[in-house]
Nanobody, 119 residues
């Protein structure tokens, strides 16, 4: 069974940075992509960023472009989200997700990590 373990959330001030990490527990996991999503209170979950496991192509929501950087460590089965110039509107629970080979969409989700940005 695949598990995703997220870390790195916390309470920061506007303008600060945070780095989120997400490690997939299974070494035999075959992934198409890993991504980050977020959900703020009373809002729908939204896409933040993703990275293709093979080739490393990256994708960002408009709200993340220029401030967030996604990267991966293939040997560690880990994806990172470096978040700079954080804003109060970035406050949300951030979820890591995996699209496994053969899946049509992200089919494994982490438990989420809280990011709170104070103004």
């Amino acid at each position: 069974q695949v598990q995703l373990v997220e870390s790195g959330g916390g309470l920061v001030q506007a303008g600060d940075s945070l780095r989120l990490s997400c490690a997939a527990s299974s070494r035999t996991l075959s992934m198409v992509a890993m991504g980050w999503f977020r959900q703020a209170p009373d809002k729908e979950r939204e896409f933040v960023s993703s990275i293709r496991w093979s080739g490393g192509s990256t994708y960002y929501a408009d709200s993340a472009k220029g401030r967030f950087t996604i990267s991966r460590d293939i040997r560690k089965n880990t994806v990172y989200l470096q978040m700079n110039s954080l804003k109060p509107e970035d406050t949300a629970v951030y979820y890591c997700a995996v699209q496994r080979v053969g899946a049509n969409n992200y089919d494994v989700w982490g438990q989420g990590t809280q990011v709170t940005v104070a103004s």
